[in-house]
């Protein structure tokens, strides 16, 4: 059989994403069923730029699976500051571990990574491109909360221009019917063109904003973002844009009561600590939830499969 790797959500198919949220479902309800499913596996997490939860839940996610990590938190120590290119890392780290997974600063690294390893590769960001396991991640807790994921009108808010994170969701959502993007940011850091053709192409509506205020009280999810210092060339710009959107409790009183906060953290002022009490804050559930779903995509790209309860 032929190996998979996860590089963008594009990578698995609705059918496939239902599939994985369901055998989620199952290891959160009960864990125990799968605490020695991979047993004797070895993943590799190769992160290249910081990180705190992608790699740690990606390596809790095979812990509590029964598997052992290893790895690197910083390219730096590795031999790529010697020149070392990543399709030879990516060869090298297949003699050493039955799963990798890759955070790099340069676009399609990760693609790079999988096509010379021999094992599945899992794409943990790559520059501002895409980051499939946290559109999983987020997928998967849209799904959990409102119990469906059509039909729903989503604002995005913050640096749209940047994050990759708002990327990789726009396009895994746009697979699913009746969902209405609200985008919300300064005007520097506007979604990317190339994002809205394909809304105006696939027919899909969408507004666009720069006060939060003027489209709070219309969203079923409201998925805040970080204004990005790494990505910025010029300080000058980020010191003038870092404070352009807080939550607050205030903010908060304009959304719907079923209207739930998402982040993919990490947090730095945009959502006011006073915010973390509301029961529609849901982004450290949505760590939790992150777990269960890496634990279930390891499963399915390991093609290990645990017997159902008779
Ligand atoms: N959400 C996310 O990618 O967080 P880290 O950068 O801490 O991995």
């Not at 959304?255 to 973390?276: F, G, Q």
């Amino acid at each position: 059989m032929a190996k998979r790797d996860l590089i963008t959500p594009q990578d698995f198919t609705v059918e496939e994403i239902d599939h994985l949220f369901t055998l989620a479902d199952d290891i959160r309800k009960d864990r125990s069923r799968y605490a020695h499913a991979c047993a004797g596996k070895k993943m590799a997490t190769c992160f290249f730029e910081p990180s705190t939860r992608t790699r740690l839940s990606h390596e809790t996610a095979m812990l509590n699976l029964g598997g052992s990590v290893m790895g690197f938190p910083d390219g730096g120590v590795t031999s790529a500051t010697k020149g070392e290119t990543v399709a030879d890392t990516a060869r090298v780290i297949s003699c050493f571990a039955d799963i990798m997974v890759i955070r790099h600063p340069r676009e399609g690294a990760a693609m790079v990574a999988a096509h010379y390893a021999s094992i599945p590769v899992i794409n943990a960001g790559d520059g501002g491109h895409q980051h499939p396991t946290q559109t999983l991640t987020d997928l998967y807790t849209i799904r959990t909360l409102q119990g469906h994921l059509d039909n729903f009108t989503i604002g995005l808010c913050g640096d749209l221009k940047f994050g990759r994170t708002v990327h990789s969701l726009i396009n895994a959502l746009v697979r699913y019917p009746n969902v209405h993007f609200i985008f919300i940011s300064p005007p520097e850091l506007r979604v990317p063109d190339y994002i809205t053709e394909m809304l105006n192409d696939m027919g899909i509506p969408y507004e666009e904003h720069i006060r939060l205020e003027d489209a709070i009280s219309r969203l079923d999810i409201l998925y805040m973002t970080r204004i990005q210092k790494e990505r910025f060339f010029n300080e000058d710009d980020y010191v003038r844009l870092k404070n352009f959107y807080i939550l607050d409790a205030e903010k908060m009183k304009m959304a719907k009561e079923s209207c739930y906060v998402l982040h993919p953290l990490p947090r730095v002022n945009e959502i006011a600590t006073e915010v973390d009490d509301d029961p529609r804050a849901a982004y450290f559930r949505q760590v939790q939830f992150g777990v269960y779903m890496r634990m279930a995509l390891v499963l399915t790209l390991l093609n290990i499969h645990v017997p159902t309860e008779q």
